[in-house]
């Protein structure tokens, strides 16, 4: 980490992303992997209020967005946070396996969007071939669908891709009781 060049902003933020008070939340793959999948609900979830109450007649979605905000910023937090802040930190906070880590997981969220946005291309033709109506009905949504899953898929990539901390090492040495540590 380069100290010398943060900026007070910096330290902060480097301060937020590196609390562990919730880091039982994260510690292992497995929680990760649940933390990921509750926010990626949530955010479908999200999504569907945001254009029942944009698009559609759903008034129902007026008191359910709100609902969900909450909920989705925790579990957005708490992938930032087992993550120490990957996305969040600005370069100069990161060091320079940070830096390759970030770069790795936006290759591979741009990857999985490049394939979100082929499967999208590819049911819109299938139904301008068949002749299906209400096409123009649905560009809208499913524009702005792919566009929420493009910005959020480098979190979602790195909450899947993050190494297991210390909290988990000392853990498994707890089990073993000896020290030993598994690799895995």
């Known amino acids: 980490m380069k100290t010398e060049q943060m900026t007070r902003y910096d330290r902060r933020m480097f301060a937020l992303m590196n609390r562990r008070e919730a880091e039982a939340l994260y510690a292992t793959a497995g929680r990760r992997r649940l933390v990921v999948a509750v926010h990626i609900a949530l955010t479908a979830a999200s999504i569907a209020a945001w254009l029942g109450t ?93 566009f929420v899953v493009h910005w959020i898929a480098p979190l979602w990539v790195a909450g899947l891709t993050a190494a297991d901390g210390p909290m988990h090492d000392e853990a498994v040495a707890d089990e073993h009781g000896d020290g030993s540590e598994t690799v895995g």
């Open 54 to 146: 944009v698009v559609g007649e759903g008034r129902w979605a007026v008191y359910v967005l709100p609902a969900l905000l909450l909920p989705w910023c925790v579990a957005t937090g708490l992938i930032n946070a087992a993550t120490r802040g990957l996305l969040e930190l600005r370069g100069r906070a990161l060091d320079e396996r940070q830096l390759a880590e970030k770069q790795r997981v936006v290759a591979r969220a741009h990857r999985l969007t490049t394939w979100v946005l082929l499967t999208a291309a590819a049911a819109v033709g299938a139904l301008t071939l068949s002749g299906g109506t209400g096409i123009e009905a649905l560009a809208f949504p499913l524009l702005f669908a792919v």
